[in-house]
């Protein structure tokens, strides 16, 4: 996705969010997900043993899904054809997008999904946008000049500044079930763009280096009005420094942001650069375990659900509203962050914002955890910026909400 950012002074930062989510994370149910437990793990989680959270995905099997509810019925869709990934410029992650169609005949709202990873040693995490008729045809010649299935994607869905996220898988993520009043719309026609996220730090140990993954959709016919979800992502700056005892040429910053720029191309320098731009005025980035940024809030809704996402490196994520004044909450509260829980927190109840509002996402990352993690301990040591592989770092946090009607 693109997003415009506006500057302290009033000016327009321009930058592409690197879609993760980890989603990213992603992970727009509200009504239930992951184990159902909705809290974060014990203390003794946020460890780096060899079994710890942060070791990757482990075997994922999908539950059976929920009963059909009135009005609802089940299109399951999948990639036309195994995809094998191949990271390009020396890296070990791949952002591939395909275009798969739902065969939308009559208006309806998206109210569940279940991601289908086919093959989870190297699926990192996958979104899904919405694609209007008028888009596709941009998403089929992306495709039709891309060797292979697919297109590669790196930033956003790579058609347009219109494609909506509607669904996402990261692990930690089952069924997302939404509320029986809430939905994603999709008009008659409307396809969708899968970007899956390949990491292949584990290819060589993986079953087979190939996937076709898909993903179970929960429809309804849309002729009953539904309250129109949107999702508001809160991306904060990483000025990870390197950890005390580490060294070499990518400790340096400078060198850090080239490296990831040369990985994933001009967005990803632009990012960094916009962030800092946006989140600390322009000031010159300050290294820390800890960054945060503020958003305004700049149209009416109610809160339904939050996530936070980071990579191996994170420690704590925390979203608060209105910090600071009387009226200050705290949305999301992940004090020992877990990459393999990157479940979506419901909210007890519903919260009301409104322009004038400031959201708060901060983020605590650890540099050590580097020499803990077998993915990362053979990798040289960096300076940690925004970047969209596994073995750079995220800070985001992600809001579902809804518009008033009418």
Not at 86 to 96: K, L, M, N
Not at 121 to 140: L, M, N, W
């Amino acid at each position: 996705m693109r997003y415009q950012l506006r500057t302290r002074s009033g000016e327009r930062s321009r930058w592409r969010y690197a879609s993760a989510a980890g989603a990213l994370a992603a992970l727009l149910l509200v009504a239930s997900c992951a184990d159902g437990s909705g809290g974060a793990p014990a203390p003794e989680a946020s460890g780096a043993g060899a079994a710890g959270p942060h070791t990757g995905h482990g075997k994922f099997e999908p539950p059976p899904a929920a009963p059909l509810r009135a009005g609802e019925r089940f299109v399951n869709i999948t990639m036309p054809q195994p995809y094998t990934p191949s990271a390009p410029q020396g890296g070990t992650d791949e952002y591939r997008c395909f275009l798969v169609d739902p065969k939308l005949t009559e208006r309806s709202f998206l109210t569940g999904s279940q991601f289908l990873p086919q093959n989870v040693d190297i699926v990192h995490h996958a979104i899904f946008f919405r694609i209007a008729p008028g888009d596709a045809e941009a998403a089929r010649q992306a495709d039709a000049r891309t060797p292979g299935e697919g297109w590669t994607c790196f930033g956003d869905a790579g058609i347009g500044d219109d494609a909506a996220w509607v669904a996402s898988w990261a692990p930690g993520a089952n069924e997302q079930l939404l509320a029986p009043n809430l939905g994603y719309e999709l008009p008659a026609g409307s396809q969708l763009v899968m970007q899956v996220h390949y990491n292949l730090l584990a290819a060589a140990e993986a079953a087979s280096p190939a996937d076709q993954s898909g993903i179970r959709l929960r429809l309804t016919d849309g002729r009953t009005e539904l309250d129109k979800l949107e999702t508001t992502l809160l991306p904060a700056p990483v000025e990870l420094p390197c950890a005390a005892g580490e060294s070499g040429p990518l400790c340096d910053r400078q060198a850090a942001v080239a490296d990831v720029t040369k990985r994933f191309g001009e967005q990803a320098g632009e990012t960094v650069a916009g962030l800092n731009q946006f989140c600390n005025a322009g000031r010159a980035p300050t290294g820390g375990v800890e960054q945060h940024c503020d958003h305004p809030v700049r149209q009416a809704g109610t809160l339904h659900a939050l996530g936070g996402h980071m990579h191996l490196l994170g420690r704590t994520i925390k979203v608060e509203l209105n910090p600071g004044t009387p009226r200050a909450q705290t949305l999301l509260d992940v004090p020992a962050y877990n990459f393999d829980d990157q479940s979506l927190r419901p909210l007890a109840k519903p919260v009301e914002v409104r322009p004038g509002d400031t959201y708060r996402v901060t983020c605590t990352h650890d540099a050590s955890l580097r020499q803990r993690l077998p993915q990362l301990k053979t990798l040289p040591a960096r300076y940690v910026v925004w970047g969209e592989g596994t073995s750079d770092e995220m800070c985001l946090g992600l809001v579902v909400w809804s518009r008033p009607r009418g």
